[in-house]
């Protein structure tokens, strides 16, 4: 009897285990996703297509190593060999870094205020320049976007909605160089697979990945998942082209705040003019660089700061370095009157 009573007892723990073993592995079974880490294999392109996404124009399912090194090379000296190739200057000019910085400019890249990219450029020592990073290039659907229309037409048309003819476009007419070579546009675009975006570039929340997690594992809510990492990158870059500020409405930099002024100054202006670097024109921080500046404050030509920086210049015979000009997005309002601001001081030195 004894024994009956310890082998039923024995019965009843055994099922109170068993059944307490098939309630956690059944509540595992409904919340269990692959451990976050397996998504970071992923690129950005590679998970929205996982979740249905359209492929991008410019798809390249794999980079070539060696050739994204090319590419690497012709965008920041403008000339490379490869193979049976000898490469020639694409510009004489240029290179696409006296424009586009490599890396990214905002801690959190879907952020395009311009005081936080210059903060951000100027504590990572960066060059504040007027045209947008190739950090996600690959990742983006339009260029030229705006009004680039304004200063090169119909050739916008073309290159808007693809990456290659957007880079033979900058090459051409941005760089005043030469079209490139198809092995050498090739070259450039696994480059831009190489540095396309990753999961972790797009600081996702833990509930952001598990959502992501479920959709691509389990095969639910894979549109919500979809549109959700389109949201955390950006797409293309808008271009506001102001035209120079009514004589009327500047300060010269009255209410401007010199100290980020010179940030702009040495980020941006130093960038290209200190020693001629690209340019005819050579700026340094003392005071006859000030001076020049300063007396040329008014007015819509060439020389004004005002002017200079919402229009830029034209590639002329003789001179095809020219100034690139600076959007709204790029340097605000405010930032223009800091700029003034600094040149002020400087001027008074």
């Given amino acids: ?4 009573k310890k082998s039923f007892y024995l019965i009843i723990v055994l099922i109170g285990i068993g059944s307490f073993g098939f309630v956690i592995q059944q509540e595992n079974s409904t919340s269990a996703t ?5 998504l970071d294999k992923f690129t950005v392109t590679d998970l929205e297509l996982a979740l249905g996404g359209d492929q991008p124009q410019h798809y390249l399912k794999k980079f070539d190593d060696s050739l994204a090194r090319v590419g690497e090379k012709l965008i920041r000296e403008g000339k490379a060999d490869y193979k ?6 694409i510009s004489p000019y240029f290179n696409c870094t006296d424009c586009h910085n490599l890396k990214k400019e905002q801690k959190v890249i879907t952020n395009k205020n311009p005081q936080d990219r210059l903060d951000y450029l100027t504590k990572n020592d960066m060059p504040f320049t007027a045209g ?3 950090y996600g290039i690959y990742n983006r659907s339009s260029f030229y976007n705006g009004d680039y229309y304004k200063k090169y037409g119909s050739l916008v048309d073309n290159a808007k909605d693809t990456l290659a003819n957007a880079v033979q476009l900058c ?3 941005c760089a005043s160089g030469r079209p490139l070579k198809q092995w050498e546009l ?4 696994h480059y831009y697979k190489r540095e396309e975006l990753r999961i972790d570039d797009l600081h996702l929340s833990g509930k952001e990945r598990a959502i992501i997690e479920n959709a691509v594992n389990q095969k639910v809510n894979q549109e919500e998942a979809l549109t959700l990492i389109k949201t955390k990158y950006v797409h293309q870059y808008g271009a506001t082209f102001t035209g120079a500020m009514n004589e009327n409405n500047r300060d010269y930099g009255a209410n401007g705040d010199p100290r980020n002024g010179e940030k702009i100054y040495r980020e941006a202006c130093m960038f290209c003019h200190e020693n001629s670097r690209v340019t005819y024109l050579e700026l340094d921080d003392d005071v006859l660089s000030g001076r020049y500046l300063w007396r040329n404050k008014e007015g819509y030509d060439d020389e004004s700061i005002y002017q200079v920086v919402r229009w830029g210049t034209y590639p002329i015979t003789g001179r095809k370095q020219y100034m690139p000009l600076y959007t709204k997005e790029k340097m605000s309002n405010e930032q223009l009157e800091d700029l003034m601001a600094y040149i002020k001081e400087l001027a008074q030195k």
């Fill in 34 to 38: 692959v451990p976050i880490k397996k």
């Fill in 84 to 89: 049976e190739h000898k490469g020639k200057l």
């Fill in 1 to 4: 009897m004894m024994k009956l």
């Fill in 171 to 173: 090459a051409e007419y």
């Fill in 186 to 189: 090739d070259a450039i675009m």
């Fill in 132 to 134: 947008s990073t190739f």
